[in-house]
């Protein structure tokens, strides 16, 4: 069993059923995506797993815990984190804040402790501050921290957002296509990007990518979703000569490269 | 793009819109009775200050929104009062064709003389070219550099506040070798002379244009110092304030110590529901119930009166006002945990309502006295000293704004309060980052409550006795107002916004049937002039830190082309 795992995972909405008796299991150190047309239930998978959605069926096991009627604050704690498809920062706060922000699980300091402003509070301030500016440059925004997040470009945007999840130190990121609007070059920037995270922090990547130069290029498991039901799973090579992948994407005439 | 035939119809229908205010201030009454405050004996008072006011903001806006030279701007200015002047005088042509004190009863000929400079009907063309003459001065302004608009503007304000507060200012100048010869140079016994207005304009005019060249200088000089002496300047600078807040009730008298204490009480509330708002995104139109609970529980531990239960002194009952709205405000944040944005605007209002009709109702008033109030409130003592009055209590209403304010900017930096600004920010997002909350929104509710309940805890004690209807809806409004005038978020804001919308109104007491006129023409203007507030909570962080790029425009994700799409 893996980090996280999915038995008969089923959401609706209404009438609509967005997820179908989903069975999944992402291996610890591993980069697993989750493919799929428009609609498929890829980012609805997402919710479901950090809580924002409750499924009617099935269970999710996060390490080995039930994390089905966990609220999102609950399961952070637990060790995951997650980026949105569009990019969700505090655009009011600056870099170095919103790190801080991502923080907060494995902050201890007391509002008590901070308004008397006690040693241990101080220090822990301090030691907050030091590992969001050395997170700052390990995204590469180095000397960034003082900007406010909605003036930052782009793909920086996107890579404080990384920072953001990373300072809650996950076990398991989920990134809700991390190459979106980016350029090919950025794109493979990112793909370095991410397989660094996984090799240096030892942390679990899950996923969803449209950009299939990305997902071929880095993933070690791909999970292909149609209309809430897994079609396919296995090593990209196996993924791309799929014929029922390939029947899926059919509708857009495109394999490599369905967008939004 | 704008044809030049419609930008100009734009300036003149924009000074009819002036020229229409003009008329309504006149018809409401206002021009009529603040023209009994001479701002300059026999030059202007404050309701022909009004109307000239409001010419040259008709040319301000037009030249200031106009393209071309400056010429151009001048000519729009110039139309644009004339417009105003035009709008003005149909007042009075109409005032002339039918009795408007039918239906307008201010509509006086008082007033009629005012605004025509005495001529009637005769006097539409001198209307019509006084507004001229103000809109092209406004024009003037706009065209100014700042190094000449900045001590300019100064110079006037002042003269116009020394004018508006002669009285108060004669009074505070009364006694004393150096005072009374400042009161001898600037005042005659019935106000401000032109003399004297000239010789206060032209001191500030060149105090303020020495310090805008020095102010660079001399910014430089501190910075260039060593840190510890940095320290120690604005140590001085810190001192210097806290000397003056603490002379101030001594100089000014009783009814400045009055006003002080109101504002000082109005801070402590606008601290609290700052916090609520400013900081925690929550927003809270109930806020006036905290403040209520800190009252009543003073009121009823303390009273003498058959009301009081425990016979307290007012320094044993102030901590337990604290905690009694600090759980009131987790019990109050409970059951809208769940509720967003304008639907938990309605249910805060009921909330406020819930508590002021509580205190006044029949049912509970063997304990809380109905609508006839706790009364006997004793006054704090303080080994042998007794904080009999206004002058007295306001020490305490400082020393608590200071407190409150230093808990308060503790709290923005913490991690509290960089969970409050993320849930402000992002309420969905701020979850998944691991922040509970229940928490964090119990908490700004708590705090913020307990921030209010010391203000009302004060309250009690001010007056010596409570009543229902001090706890109105409209105090919620007031505090909601100064935060949003001083500045969302920021802790030197709500001092400002305090300052200008309780401090001020009092002072021009006698006007109080136009305050909700001025309160809401005051809010809509700062909100299309400078919705930020008075003093913005980013502005210190700016300064801070110099290297942030102000022009950075912010790029839309949704603008970049999908790559890959």
């Not at chain 2, 120690?232 to 001192?239: D, T």
Request: include cysteine; hydrophobic fraction near 50%; glycine fraction near 12%.
């Amino acid at each position: 069993m893996g980090i996280l795992t999915s038995h008969q995972l089923t959401k609706r909405f209404g009438g609509l059923i967005a997820l179908s008796q989903l069975d999944l299991d992402v291996a610890e150190r591993s980069i697993h995506s989750i493919i799929g047309p428009n609609g498929a239930g890829k980012t609805t998978y997402f919710n479901c797993v950090t809580g924002f959605y409750r499924a009617e069926e099935g269970r999710t096991f996060f390490n080995g815990q039930a994390i089905d009627t966990l609220t999102p604050d609950r399961i952070t704690h637990l060790g995951t984190a997650r980026t949105y498809q569009n990019i969700r920062l505090f655009a009011n706060m600056t870099c170095l804040e919103n790190i801080l922000v991502g923080m907060h699980p494995h902050l201890k300091s007391s509002w008590v402790g901070a308004i008397l402003g006690t040693p241990r509070t101080r220090q822990d301030e301090e030691q907050a501050h030091t590992e969001a500016l050395r997170l700052l440059q390990f995204v590469g925004l180095r000397g960034k921290g003082d900007f406010l997040a909605r003036n930052l470009p782009y793909g920086e945007q996107r890579r404080l957002e990384i920072a953001r999840a990373l300072a809650s130190r996950p076990k398991l990121l989920l990134l809700d296509e991390p190459t979106a609007g980016m350029n090919p070059r950025e794109s493979l920037d990112t793909m370095a990007f991410i397989r660094r995270l996984r090799d240096e922090l030892g942390i679990t990547i899950l996923l969803i990518e449209h950009n299939m130069r990305v997902v071929m290029g880095i993933s070690e498991i791909v999970t292909v979703l149609d209309f809430g039901e897994k079609i396919a799973e296995g090593p990209p090579e196996q993924i791309r000569s799929d014929p029922r992948v390939i029947e899926a994407y059919l509708g857009t005439r495109r394999v490599a490269g369905v967008g939004a | 793009m704008r044809t030049d035939r419609g930008s100009w119809g734009k300036v003149i229908s924009g000074g009819l819109i002036f020229g229409g205010a003009a008329a309504f201030v006149s018809l409401a009454g206002m021009v009529e009775a603040l023209g009994v405050r001479e701002i300059v004996i026999g030059v202007i008072d404050l309701g022909r200050l009004l109307l000239l006011l409001i010419g040259l903001g008709a040319g301000y806006q037009a030249a200031r929104r106009g393209i071309g030279g400056a010429l151009t701007a001048l000519a729009r200015g110039l139309l644009a009062g004339a417009a105003a002047g035009v709008g003005l005088s149909a007042l009075l042509v109409l005032a002339s064709v039918v009795n408007l004190r039918g239906m307008f009863i201010n509509a006086s000929p008082t007033l009629l003389e005012i605004i025509s400079f005495g001529r009637g009907t005769a006097g539409v063309p001198l209307v019509i070219a006084a507004g001229a003459v103000a809109g092209a001065l406004g024009a003037v302004a706009t065209l100014l550099p700042g190094a000449v608009r900045g001590p300019l503007g100064a110079g006037v304000t002042v003269t116009i506040v020394v004018g508006l507060f002669q009285e108060l200012l004669q009074i505070i100048l009364q006694e004393g070798g150096i005072r009374s010869a400042i009161r001898q140079f600037i005042f005659v016994p019935e106000g401000l002379p032109p003399r004297g207005a000239l010789g206060v304009f032209l001191v500030v005019l060149v105090v303020s244009a020495v310090w805008r060249s020095r102010q660079p200088v001399v910014r430089g000089w501190i910075l260039k110092r060593p840190p510890p002496q940095q320290r120690l300047v604005r140590l001085l600078g810190l001192l210097l304030a806290v000397a003056v807040a603490l002379l101030l009730p001594l100089a000014g008298g009783l009814f400045i110590s009055q006003v002080l204490v109101l504002v000082g009480l109005y801070t402590l509330m606008g601290l609290g529901l700052n916090l609520e708002v400013g900081f925690a995104g929550l927003l809270d139109l109930g806020f006036v119930a905290f403040f209520a609970i800190g009252a009543y529980t003073v009121g009823l531990l303390t009273s003498t009166g058959q009301y009081g239960i425990a016979h307290w002194s007012f320094w044993a009952a102030m901590p337990v006002a604290l905690v009694v709205s600090l759980i009131a405000g987790f019990l109050f944040g409970l059951p809208i945990l769940r509720i967003r944005g304008d639907y938990l605007a309605i249910a805060t209002l009921g909330f406020g309502e819930i508590i002021r009709l509580l205190a006044l109702s029949e049912a509970l008033r063997p304990w809380f006295g109905g609508s006839q109030g706790v009364l006997f409130v004793p006054k704090p003592i303080i080994g042998g000293f007794e904080f009999s009055g206004p002058a007295q209590i306001y020490y305490i209403t400082l020393a608590s704004s200071v407190l409150i304010a230093f808990v308060a900017a503790r709290l923005r930096d913490s991690r509290l309060g960089r969970a409050w600004m993320a849930m402000r920010e992002d309420e969905d997002v701020a979850e998944a980052m691991g922040i509970n909350l229940v928490n964090v929104k119990l908490l700004a509710y708590g705090i913020g409550g307990a921030f209010a309940g010391m203000g009302g805890a004060i309250f009690a004690v001010l007056l010596g006795s409570i009543f229902p209807h001090s706890f109105s809806l409209l105090i919620s409004i007031n505090v909601l107002a100064l935060i949003i005038v001083g500045g969302m978020g920021s802790l030197p804001g709500v001092v400002v916004g305090s300052l200008f919308l309780v401090g001020l109104p009092e002072l021009l007491r006698e006007f109080s049937d136009f305050r909700f006129l001025v309160y809401g023409a005051a809010l809509i203007i700062m909100m299309q002039v400078k919705p930020e507030g008075l003093w913005p909570a980013a502005m210190v962080r700016r300064e801070l830190h110099k290297e942030e790029p102000v022009g950075v425009v912010a790029e839309e994700p949704a603008a970049v082309e999908r790559v890959e799409a």
